[in-house]
């Protein structure tokens, strides 16, 4: 009836070590991912950087960085040094 009691309620049965009764209780507790305060410690860089993009794209954002690609895209372009487009080889581009 004990080992039964011990089966429902999650306990061990019959009399363990410390080492194995660390084991049990690792097993035991929720997963570490699961645990809010594991995978919640850092900002979401992907969805914050999507939405800056965003801004940016309806001039609600001023990334510095992106314009000045973006400015030196441009001038070399105007200066002729943008490689032309390759096609891919041995497959052809449907639309």
Request: proline content about 4%; glycine content about 6%; overall charge positive.
């Amino acid at each position: 009836m004990n080992r039964l009691s011990c089966q429902i309620f999650g306990e061990v049965a019959r009399p363990t070590n410390s080492k194995s009764m660390k084991v049990v209780k690792l097993f035991s507790e929720e997963p570490v991912d699961h645990r809010k305060e594991i995978h919640a410690y850092y900002p979401r860089h992907v969805e914050t950087g999507k939405l800056m993009t965003t801004l940016r794209y309806y001039g609600l954002f001023r990334d510095e960085h992106a314009d000045f690609n973006d400015e030196m895209d441009r001038m070399r372009a105007l200066r002729g040094k943008v490689k032309p487009e390759r096609q891919a080889k041995g497959k052809q581009k449907t639309e």
